[in-house]
Structures are given as structure tokens and as C-alpha cells.
């Protein structure tokens, strides 16, 4: 069975977890061994994230990677140790085929989901594709993102809420898009609760977040019946080289999981 066939099996909701970025060669490995033994506990499929570069910074001294080679191999031993899926975002089409030998789905960044020749290049590398809904998108909008990856002949594709612009320095989750992109897009539909967080374009030039709710948008999710969720965890968010403001500490991560589990037992 492959990734996309054990993602919609519909026993339990799955999981898209791990740091923001590959910040180095040992710490995506520590962080993989706990989730999957407690995933593997709870019968959560899970699926290892971790960017190999991150393009999308708000300052130009902002930690981007440890070089494309360099956190690809990371993500790709990642995968061979603990046998399970890994997903890395995509920034521009040389990126997808580049990505597609390590990784087992690509996913498209939120500002970047109605670009054309990115989803098509993507959809033509055969991996599963998960689009983010842009921040300026409807949620029956992104049916037309959807469309590009199918008519470029490939069919497993899911996609992602993570918030809509409310203001210059916030985001605001409609849970009414969960039911829309399901019946609009006809796939799986996850809930990216950490970034959905995020309070983009401080002064600072450092997003902020509030990681204090992210239980509550993960109940939520999984109350107006998501498919997946997708938590960024780190082992000390405040030490974290890329969106430590709205991550989940890793010691945290079990016992959220475990009242998930209980919740959509009890939904279906």
C-alpha cells in the first residue's frame, strides 16, 4: 500500500509532525524516534516533516538551511531508519525533482499555491502533493490548485488549511473550509495548526505566535472532521531556528495526541 492509500484509510486521523527546518544531522532523527513510538502507540499514521530550505524569511539574516544536499540526505536517512513517509516543501520547480528522490510528498507553501509551473512540475515528479491554501484564498478556491495537479496526471493530492489573513499581523481559521475543501477538492484535507498560529509581520521581523491554542485548533479540527493534522515540534521551540514562536514543545506532544485520539474515536 502506498503513502496516499495509508493516509485515507479513515481509522484515525494522520499526522504531519517535526521541526520547521532541518537544522541539523542528529536532532530530526530524536524527534522522529518520539513521535513514531507514540504514533505507532495510538495507530496514528504519521509522516516526518522537516524543510530543507526555508525561502519564506522575513528578515535577509534569517536562518534558511544547512545546504539543499546536506538536510535532503538528513530527511532521506530519516525515512530509511524509522521506515516511514517524510514531506518537505517545495519553493520552485527545479526544487521538485531535486526533492522527489528523498522525500515521499512535496509540499507546495501557502503563498505559493497558485503558482502554475510549480504545481505541474511537482505533480509530474509522481509524489503525493500537499498544497497549502493560500492565506488570500477561499477555501473553494483551491479546488482550481487541485485541478493543475490532477490534469498533469496526478491524482494524489491533499491539501492544507493554515490560517486566512485577518489584518496586517494575524490569522483567523474558518472552520467552515474544512467541509468546503473536502467536497470542492475531493481528497484529504489537513489542519496545520501551528502555523495557523503564527502572527506574521511583527515590527520585529520575527514572526510571533501563540502556541498557548494550539490544543484548541487541533480540537477543533478534528471535531469538524478533518483528515490530518500537522503540528510543527521542536525539543526547545525557544531555541528553534525557524517558527519556534508557534511550536509545540515536544515533551507535549504525546499527551495532545492521546486526547486527539480519544476525540475522533468518539466522533466516528
Known sequence: MNTYHKLTGKKMFFLLAGPCV??????????????????????IPYIF??????????????????????????????????????????????????????????????????????????????????????QFLSPAAMRF????????????????????????????????????????????VVVDVTHSLQRPNQESGVTGGQPAMIETIARAAIAVGADGIFIETHENPSRAKSDGANMLPLDLLEGLLERLARLYQAIH
Open 22 to 43: 532541518i537544522e541539523d544531522e542528529e536532532m530530526p532523527s530524536r524527534v522522529a524516534a518520539r513521535v513514531k513510538q507514540v504514533t505507532d502507540r495510538l495507530g
Open 49 to 134: 516533516k522537516g524543510s530543507f530550505r526555508k525561502a519564506n524569511r522575513s528578515r535577509l539574516d534569517s536562518f534558511t538551511g544547512i545546504g539543499d544536499e546536506k538536510a535532503l540526505r538528513v530527511l532521506s536517512r530519516v525515512r530509511e531508519e524509522f521506515n516511514i513517509p517524510v514531506v518537505t516543501d517545495i519553493h520552485d520547480e527545479r526544487d521538485a525533482e531535486m526533492a522527489a528522490e528523498y522525500a515521499d510528498v512535496l509540499q507546495i507553501p501557502a503563498f505559493l499555491c497558485r503558482q502554475t509551473d510549480l504545481l505541474v512540475a511537482a505533480a509530474r515528479t509522481g509524489k503525493v502533493i500537499n498544497i497549502k491554501k493560500g
Open 145 to 188: 490548485a487541485v485541478d493543475k495537479v490532477r490534469e498533469s496526471g496526478n491524482r494524489e493530492v491533499m491539501v492544507t488549511e493554515r490560517g486566512t489573513t485577518f489584518g496586517y499581523q494575524d490569522l483567523v481559521v474558518d472552520f467552515r473550509g474544512i467541509p468546503v475543501m473536502q467536497e470542492e477538492c475531493a481528497c484529504p
